[in-house]
C-alpha cells in the first residue's frame, strides 16, 4: 500500500514543482530535453492526480499560483524542484506538462479561428444588407427619375406649344414692321441717293490729292537716295576718270596729230589738181545720196519686218528671240531639270508652294491641259518679277514681261498694242508665261472716275483674250495694290498668292548673297584684250564681316523688302570705294546700315504723314 501511495505523492510533488518551474523563468536542466519560458498567459493547470493519490499539501499547491516573495517559499520551492530532479518520474512529468500546453495552445487556436468564422459571416450578413438597401433606394431613385422626366417632358410640350404660338404672333408682327420698314427705306434712299452721290465725288477727289502727295514723296525720297549713292561713289568715279582721261589723252593726241598731217597733205594735192577736185566733191555727193537712201529703205524695211515678226514694243524682257528664224535654237534655256529656286530667298512655306505650282505649270503644259492664271501682290521689292521668271524657267515655258504703267500713255493704240502681245505669244511651241507688272496702272476698277475711256478699251481688250482658260499663255498679274483691281480681273484669277516682306532669317540670308554678290563674287567675264586695254579696278578685301554682325544687322533692318537690302548692300560697296585702301570691315558695315536704318524710318514717316 505504501509503495502504492509513494508514486501518487510524487506526482503530487512533481505537480507541485512543475508549478515552480513555470513561474520561474529560462530554468534548465540536466535530465530534461527541453527549455520552458515564462508565457503571457496563465499556466495550465497541474494534472489530476490519481483517485487513491493522496492531496498535495497546501503550501505546495500554493507555489502554482502566488509570487514567491517569502524565502520560506523560496526554500520549500527549491525542495521540491530537487524531489521532482530525484524522482524517477521527472521526464515523464515534462512530457505531460508538455502535451497539456499543446492542447491548451490548438484550443485557443481553434477558438481563434471559431471567432474569425463568426466575424466573417457578420460582415458577409452586414453587407448584404447594404446591398439590399442599395438595391432598394437605387429603384427608388429610378422611379423618382422617371417622374421627374416624364414631368419635364410634358413642360417641355407645352413650353413648345407657348413659343410656337409666341413666335406665330412676331413673324406676324416682323412682316408687318418690315413692309413699314421696307417703306422707309425707300423713301430714305430716295432722299440720300444725292447725297451719296456727292459724298463719292468728293471721296475720288480726296483719294486723287493723296495719291498725287504720295507719287511726290515717294519721288523726292528715291532721289534723295540717288544723290546720296552718287555723292558716296563720285570720288572714287573722279580718281579713276582722271586717270583714264590722262591716259586717253596722250593717245588721242598722238593719232590726232598723225591724222592731221595725212589730211593736210591730201587736201593740198586735191586743192592743186582741178580734176581731182571735181570728183571728190562728186564722190562724196554721191555717198551722201547713197547713205540716206539705204538709211530710210533700211527704216522702211525694219518696221515692216519688226511689226510682222518681231517683238511687241510693250515687252520689255523676254526669253523669246525677237525674230525666231527656222533653224535657231531659243536662247532661255529651260530649268525643269535644274536644281530649282536656290538663288530666290523667300519664307520656306512661300518657296515650297511656288515650287509646287511651277511643277504643277509644267505638268500641265505635258498633259496639254488649260493653264492657270496667277495674281502676285505684296509690298515692292519682295520678289515678284524674279518669282515670275524663274518660275517661267522651271516650268520649261518662255517668259514675256511688261508693265502696266506703259499701257495708259499710248491712248486708243493700246487695244491694238494688247492684241499683239497675245498675237505674238501665241508663236511660242513651248507657251508663254506673260507676265504684267503694275498690274493696277491699267486694270483698275471700270467705276472709277478717273479711268479715261482709252484705258477702259484696254482693259476690255485683255478681258476678252482671257475670256476662256488658255492652253498657249499664263497670264501672271503683280501689283502693290490688289483691293483697286476690277471684279472681272480678279475673277480669272485662279491662284492668288501673297509676298510679305522678308523675316529675319530671310534678311540674314538676303544678306549674305548681296555681300557675295557685291563684294565676294570675281568678274571672270572680262576677255583677255579688254584687260589689256581697261584698267584693272581695286579688288574690295572684306575682313571681320562675321554671321553674327550679318544676324544684328538683319535684326536693325526690319521691314525692309528684298530690294532695300539690295540697295543696302550696294551703299555698303560705294563706302568701300569711297575709302582709300577700299577695305570692308564692321566699322564701315555698321555706319551704313545705321544711315539705311535712319533712312527708311524717315520714308515710312513720310509716307504715313501723307497717308493721314
Known sequence: MRRLLRPAKAAASVAAAGAVAVSLADVAYADGAFSFRRQPAASPPPPAAPPSAEPAPADEMSGSTGGFQDPADLERGAQALRKINASPYAKLLFELMRKQEDSRRAEVEAE????????????????????????????????????????????????????????????????????????????????????????????????????????????????????????????????????????????????????????????????????????????????????????????????????????????????????????????????SGGAGFENVILHPALKRRIEHLARATANTKSHDAPFRNMLFYGHPGTGKTLVAREMARKSGLDYAMMTGGDVVPLGSVAVTKIHEIFDWSKKSKKGMLLFIDEADAFLCERNSTQMSEAQRSALNALLFRTGDQSRDIVLVLATNRPGDLDAAITDRIDEVIEFPLPGEEERFQLLKLYLKIYMLKEDNKRSSFGLLLKKQPQKIQVRDITDDLLRDASCKIDGFSGREISKLMASVQAAVYGSPDCILNPQVFSEVVAYKVAEHHQRMKLASEAAT
Do not use: C
Not at 463568426?118 to 429603384?139: A, P, S, V, W
Not at 555727193?285 to 519688226?306: D, F, K, S
Open 112 to 335: 481563434q479561428v471559431q471567432f474569425d468564422i463568426y466575424r466573417k459571416l457578420q460582415d458577409i450578413e452586414r453587407r448584404k444588407k447594404i446591398g439590399e438597401e442599395y438595391r432598394e433606394n437605387m429603384k427608388q431613385q429610378l422611379q423618382v427619375e422617371a417622374q421627374r422626366l416624364r414631368y419635364e417632358d410634358e413642360l417641355a410640350r407645352k413650353r413648345k406649344q407657348e413659343e410656337r404660338e409666341v413666335q406665330r404672333r412676331q413673324d406676324a408682327e416682323l412682316v408687318r414692321m418690315q413692309e413699314i420698314a421696307a417703306t422707309k427705306r425707300e423713301q430714305a434712299r430716295r432722299a440720300t441717293e444725292q447725297k451719296i452721290l456727292a459724298d463719292q465725288l468728293q471721296t475720288e477727289k480726296e483719294k486723287a490729292e493723296l495719291v498725287r502727295d504720295t507719287i511726290r514723296v515717294n519721288a523726292f525720297s528715291d532721289a534723295e537716295a540717288r544723290v546720296i549713292e552718287k555723292k558716296l561713289t563720285e570720288d572714287y568715279n573722279k580718281r579713276m576718270l582722271l586717270e583714264r582721261m590722262n591716259g586717253e589723252k596722250e593717245k588721242w593726241l598722238a593719232a590726232i596729230n598723225t591724222t592731221f598731217s595725212h589730211i593736210e597733205g591730201g587736201l593740198r594735192t586735191v586743192l592743186t589738181d582741178r580734176s581731182k577736185l571735181v570728183m571728190g566733191i562728186g564722190g562724196v555727193t554721191a555717198l551722201a545720196a547713197g547713205v540716206y537712201t539705204t538709211r530710210e529703205g533700211a527704216r522702211v524695211t525694219w518696221g515692216y519686218i519688226n511689226r510682222i515678226l518681231g517683238q511687241p514694243s510693250l515687252i520689255r524682257e523676254s526669253s523669246m528671240r525677237k525674230f525666231p528664224l527656222p533653224g535657231l535654237k531659243p536662247s532661255s534655256a529651260s530649268l
